[in-house]
Each structure stands twice: as C-alpha cells, then as structure tokens.
C-alpha cells in the first residue's frame, strides 16, 4: 500500500522556522522525483519546491516566492523527503502537500497535507 505520510506543520509567527518531512512507504521510493506543492485558501495550488530522483546529481527548483528561504531535501535511507522553510511569511500560510513521481512508471501519488499557517 502506498502511502505518503507528511508532518511538521502548524502555527507559526511571521520570520519563523518549520520543518515538514514526508514519510514514504510502498514504493520504490529513491526512484520518484519528489515535490511539495501547497494551496492557500482562495487561490489555486502551486508548485513550491521539488527534487530529482538522482543522488548522485540531484537537482532542485524552486518557485520564486520561496527562493533563499525554503530549502527541499530527501533522505534515501530514511524513504523520506523534507522542506526547511526560514523566514516564513503570512503569505506562506496553506496546506502543504507531498507528491512522488515517476515517469518511468507512470505513477503519481499525494500525501493528505498538512496545514501551515503564519499569523501574529
């Protein structure tokens, strides 16, 4: 059974620090591309930040808004991906999701999310 398992979440105040981490299971999981995407309340969900299957030349990228403050990383040995997020901000405030992708086998699958949210 597949499961993407994501925690970390919470409260946080404005230039605060969280971890997110997503626990994999029942998959192969060093050969997905990772990703974390988030929706905000009103606006649709984007692309936050993601990271190649590849340890050996692993490559990130990064929506603009969180360049230099949200760092993507994955533990192989651990089957588990996270997302270090600095100096958060209201506008950072959504439900956080955990995506795994292959190409290769044409799989896609999501985490339930968690909730994130910014506020003083």
């Known amino acids: 059974q597949v499961q993407l398992v994501e925690s970390g979440g919470g409260l946080v105040l404005p230039g605060g620090t969280l971890r997110l981490s997503c626990a994999a299971s029942g998959f192969a999981f060093s050969s997905y591309a990772m990703r974390w995407d988030r929706k905000a309340l009103g606006k649709v969900r984007e692309l936050v930040a993601a990271i190649t299957r590849s340890i050996i030349d692993t490559r990130t990228d990064y929506t603009d808004s969180v360049k230099g403050r949200f760092t993507i990383s994955r533990d192989n040995g651990k089957n588990t991906v996270y997302l270090q997020m600095d100096s958060l901000k209201p506008d950072d405030t959504a439900v956080y999701f955990c995506?795994?992708?292959?190409?290769?086998?044409?799989?896609?699958?999501w985490g339930q999310g968690t909730l994130v949210t910014v506020s003083s």
């Open positions: 995506n795994a992708h292959s190409d290769l086998r044409g799989s896609d699958y």
